[in-house]
């Protein structure tokens, strides 16, 4: 399999989820952009592992702590995300910080 | 063209198609459900690369509890008059833009640096492979993630709490 | 009266101290500098002083005009509440006159010069409660003072072409660089001795105090104009152009301002014209290039104008009014008055044996022979000078019997005669009208030719007097003065009033674009902060990743 392949599909979820990241008003939804492009990042990790054949399996593991940072950050930002709608009764980052 | 590289690129397909729906839906829950294709599928990528340990995972952490937990959220911060349109911010041109400047320079990168190269297929992620690596080569980084998870965990219980007092 | 003796004392000391200084130059035709404080490298302004005949004389009448006035004054303004602060303008009047006449640095002659305008300001607004007196006062001062800058730009200009401020070097030094010179002088005597077309400040300085008037229009701030060119007269002589102006000046302004006297309803205001148009007479034959003529005139013009004027002033004190429908039949009442103002009349009017008929006898033949072409003027313009005196000297008869018979004759009407202290002077200033005819030049001729036409104007008007009973003249246009005026209230005004938009305009569209245009490059490069400042976390973001993107493809570019 051409290791492209994993590459350039990547590389369309990064830019999808960096649209994501900048173009949702809805603060939860940024989020969901942010792992979107860790899951690009995961699969360039997997992509190279594979082609490498690294004895040590760093790819995967490094895959492995992402997707647990990934949770923990979500964990996080959901936290936030609440508690800056209970302050403001409202998750468009586009209205937080204005009018306070 | 095997098929291997064929079932791959219809996950590929899959995703991408599920994940600019997933960014651009205007109903949110959908996003949210969109998402999960879009996870699903770079999961069904990751076993057609025989890493099948971290598909796995991958379903486990993002299908079953990140994303439920974003759908708890979403249902959480509801908002009352929240009109379709208003879904994405004026900044949304901008994005687009940088989006596509992103995808295209990265794929533009790859494609310079690896064209021609192959993945060989053979198998390299069992989970008692990387069971093996985790816990031998890789056992301080997993200690120290455990550490970062229970800070977050705190962190989030600390701001949770903050929040509700005020 | 014990009140007014220091301000007599004070001008008497003045007089006979100018008179000591004064008589004995009278026959010197060159004249003595004398430097009293010389000019440095620093400050090129020298005190000097240069007092030759022509100067002499004009002294002469100032102070001897002064000293009358001020005695008059002290029975006619003697009980002002003001009388102190009139007294001490006065004599300031007299040195600043002075200081005009004697200077022989144009900055001194500057400063007298001013003084002069500053003093005729504060004395004809000295009934300051008076509308009248206000206004008149301040457009004597305004206009006056505009017409100095030409004095101002003048002198300047001198200091430029020869180097020095000293009237003699630069007489001794030739005519150079004149017409500018002459024009600009010429701007400036115009003004200060009320001449077509700045002539309208003279009628209307008339609310202030009668014999204020008669020290103005006789013996300094209207003679200071005449004694101003007589002085520089080889510079103007060396410049057609500045002589045909002032020709031409002459020529309008005399007639004008005869045939407004004859037109007032006012005795005052008559006598302010008529100071006009005798004027003129001198600067016509200055532009004819006789000094002594001019100078003749303006010695002898000075006595019977005081004359007339304090002699109005003894009729307004008797009568309460300068106005000529309030006189009328004073001959038996005012005798002496009457008697004096009748020589005064006559001098005006060019009658045989007064001052005046000799002076202007021998302007009139300075004028015959500038038609000649043996002066600067153009013959044409010597010989359309001269009938325009001639016709002056008719409309002059005309308007002084006319003021004579009105004031003095009809109904006759009981009232008392002025005080001794005002008597005084008219009587002097009447003696002298006589006494400076004597020894003046004469010439049969001219003298004949104007002693008809005087005779004609007295003739027409005591006929008309005999036929009609009275002598009202009916022409609204030339009561109101032709509307001369108006040009000045309408025009000046919007023009002011245009410079001042333009001003405005200019601050505005011009000065203030500097400090609108920064500011609005402020707001605009705050605007453009303010999108990286935007509290939006997205917008930071795409900032973030703009520049990411940026660097990146720079760093794949440039390496």
Known sequence: MPLLYPLVLAAALFGIGLYGVLA?????????????????????LVAFDAWFGDKMHSGQVLTLFTIALAAAEIGLGLA????LFRALRTVDVDQVGVDR | MNVTEA??????????????????????????????????????????????????VQVLVYVGSVVVLVIFALMMTRQPAAGPSAEVTGNRWAAGALGIV???????????????????????GTARSIGDALFHDWVLGFEILSVVLLAALIGAIVISRSGSEH | MRRHWPYVALTAVLSVAAAAWAIPQLDDDHGTTHVWVRGDALLGVSLATHVDGLAAQVMLLAVGVGLLVQIYSTAYLGHHPRYRSYALIIVLFLIAMLTVVVADDFFVLLVGWEVMGLCSYLLIGHEWQTTEARSGAAKAFLMTRIADLGL?????????????????????????????????????????????????????????????????????????????????LPIFEASELAMTLLAIIAAITMLLGALFALAQTDLKRALAWSTVSQLAFMFAALAAGDRDAATNHLLSHGAFKALLFLGCGCLMHAVGSSSLSAMGGLRRSMPVTFGAMTIGFAALAGVVPTAGFFSKDGVLEALHHAADGSGVLPDVLGEIVFYVALATSLVTAAYATRLWLVAFFGDAKEHDEAPQAMIGPVVALAAASLVLSIGQPFHFGIGLLSTIIAAAGIGMVVWAWRAQGNLDIDAPLLARELDLDAPYARWLPALVGSAARLVVAVDRDGVDVYPRSSATIAQFASRGLDLLQSRNVQRYATVIAAGVALLTAAAVIWT
């Open chain 1, 24 to 44: 949702r008003r809805n603060a939860v939804l940024m989020l969901l952009g942010v792992e979107l492009m860790l899951n690009a990042a995961n699969l360039n």
């Open chain 1, 80 to 83: 936030i995300i609440l508690t």
């Open chain 2, 7 to 56: 079932v791959f690129l219809l996950f590929a397909i899959v995703a991408v198609v599920s994940a600019l729906l997933a960014m651009t839906s205007h109903q949110l829950v959908h996003s949210a459900l969109w998402l999960v294709v879009t996870l699903g599928s770079v999961a069904g990528c990751f076993v057609v690369m025989t890493a099948e340990f971290v598909a796995w």
């Open chain 2, 102 to 124: 992103a995808a295209v320079g990265l794929g533009a990168t790859v494609t310079a640096g690896f064209r021609g190269e192959r993945i060989k297929g053979q198998r390299i």
């Open chain 3, 152 to 232: 101002l730009v003048g002198i300047l200009v001198i200091g430029q072409t020869y180097g020095t401020y000293r009237i003699s070097e630069v007489l001794a030094a030739g005519p150079k660089n004149s017409t500018a010179i002459a024009l600009l002088l010429l701007i400036a005597v115009v003004g200060k001795s009320a001449q077509f077309p700045l002539h309208t400040w003279l009628p209307d300085a008339m609310p202030g105090p009668t014999p204020i008037t008669a020290l103005i229009h006789a013996a300094t701030m209207v003679a200071a104009g005449v004694y101003l060119i007589a002085r520089l």
